[in-house]
């Protein structure tokens, strides 16, 4: 499930690449001319400064979108890989309980009789239980 999975985080990494829109680059000129004087020449407009906080900028961004693939890519990569082991080891269990015999079947099917009347007793002390809760919310609501 290696190539799957590697085309998964692919496909993750290309989406985030994809994402960033042209209007975040077209607001950082704008800060620029709003501060900067427009007699100036561009190559004076865009300072050291200002370089710098878009550098900031893109950086901040790049390193948001890090932070989310190394969360994503993981469980992308164990989403492929578990999902083929599990389809891989029902296969694998179907064929071989289509295997067994009629008898060995009944008898992984079939209850211990002590378990199967623990769990009737358990079951009506359940609803005894509901039971009387429904009795008292409704002397509760009653007051």
Request: charged residues 30%.
């Amino acid at each position: 499930m290696r190539e799957e999975s590697k085309k998964a985080t692919l496909l993750l990494v290309d989406m985030e690449s994809g994402y960033l829109t042209v209007e975040f680059f077209r607001k950082l000129p704008q800060d620029a001319e709003k501060g900067g004087n427009p007699t100036h020449s561009l190559f004076d407009r865009y300072n050291d400064a200002y370089l710098r906080r878009i550098a900031t900028t893109v950086l901040s961004y790049v390193n948001m979108v890090c932070s989310g693939l190394r969360h994503t890519i993981p469980k992308s990569v164990v989403y492929c890989q578990v999902r083929e082991a599990k389809r891989s080891l029902l296969d694998h269990f179907f064929t071989e309980l289509g295997k067994r015999e009629g008898k060995q079947l009944a008898s992984l099917l079939n209850e211990d009789p002590a378990i199967m009347q623990r769990r009737t007793n358990l079951s009506k002390r359940l609803e005894l239980y509901r039971s009387a809760l429904s009795e008292i919310e409704a002397v509760a609501w009653d007051k």
